[in-house]
């Protein structure tokens, strides 16, 4: 059974700082990853996929992924109190349509 | 990427009355979405696949007689909840993808209170 686990938090985190969120997988044929935020009571929306092994940047945002160690992290620098959200973290297998997701890591950033 | 509008945002039903939710991929021709089911706290859970013109494919342990999916056009899926129990109480979420490797794009789910 493929599996996706993240900490459930919340992480705390004051703002300005880094907040980094962590995900690891069991499926060693995971190709494609995905971070999503979800606000309370909000459908999730993209924040970042990734596909090859190293960092990949987007504004304040930078995905990791280590393949071997098969994990998969997001950074978000200069957090801000409108980042506080769940962040869920998905993985796909090669050629497939349906995204494995985590149960996500609640993210509470305090002025 | 797609535009996805799910309706409506919030319901709330009598015990054994049914509901049903829309689904549509407003710039995007589906053949293929998928509806979720997500309880608090929890990550999101796949229920089902729903095919246009065919069956849809239901995840295993859900009851195919009690969440009646119909994908009858490119552009609109609809589940409908039949009987519903306070225990179907959930967030229900639909999703468009338009490929093998891209992301997952939702509808704004439905927020169901069975009472």
């Known amino acids: 059974q493929k599996e996706v686990e993240q900490n459930s938090g919340p992480l705390s985190v004051p703002e300005g700082a880094i907040a980094s969120l962590n995900c690891t997988y069991s499926?060693?044929?995971?190709?494609?990853f995905f971070w999503y935020r979800q606000y309370s009571g909000k459908s999730p929306e993209l924040i970042m996929f990734i596909y090859s092994n190293g960092d990949k940047e987007d504004g304040r945002f930078t995905a990791q992924l280590n393949k071997a160690s098969q994990y998969v992290s997001l950074l978000i620098r200069d957090s801000q109190p409108s980042d506080s959200a769940t962040y869920l973290c998905?993985?796909?297998?090669?050629?497939?349509?349906?995204?494995?997701f985590g149960r996500g890591t609640s993210l509470i950033v305090h002025p | 990427g797609a535009v996805v509008s799910q309706h409506p945002s919030r319901v709330i039903c009598k015990s054994g009355t049914s509901v049903k939710i829309e689904c549509r991929s407003l710039d995007f021709q589906a053949t293929t979405m998928f509806w979720y089911r997500q309880f608090p706290k929890q990550s999101l859970m796949l229920m089902a696949t729903?095919?246009?013109?065919?069956?849809?494919?239901?995840e295993q342990g859900v009851e195919k007689d009690k969440f009646l999916i119909n994908h009858a056009s490119l552009t609109l899926s609809t589940l409908t909840v039949t009987s519903a129990h306070p225990e179907d109480s959930s967030f229900y979420i639909c999703?468009?993808?338009?490929?093998?490797?891209?992301?997952?794009?939702f509808g704004q789910g439905t927020r169901l209170t069975v009472v």
């Open positions: 998905a993985v796909k297998a090669g050629g497939s349509y349906i995204p494995t």
């Open positions: 729903s095919n246009e013109g065919s069956k849809a494919t239901y």
């Open positions: 999703s468009v993808m338009m490929g093998m490797n891209t992301e997952a794009f």
């Open positions: 499926d060693r044929g995971s190709q494609s």
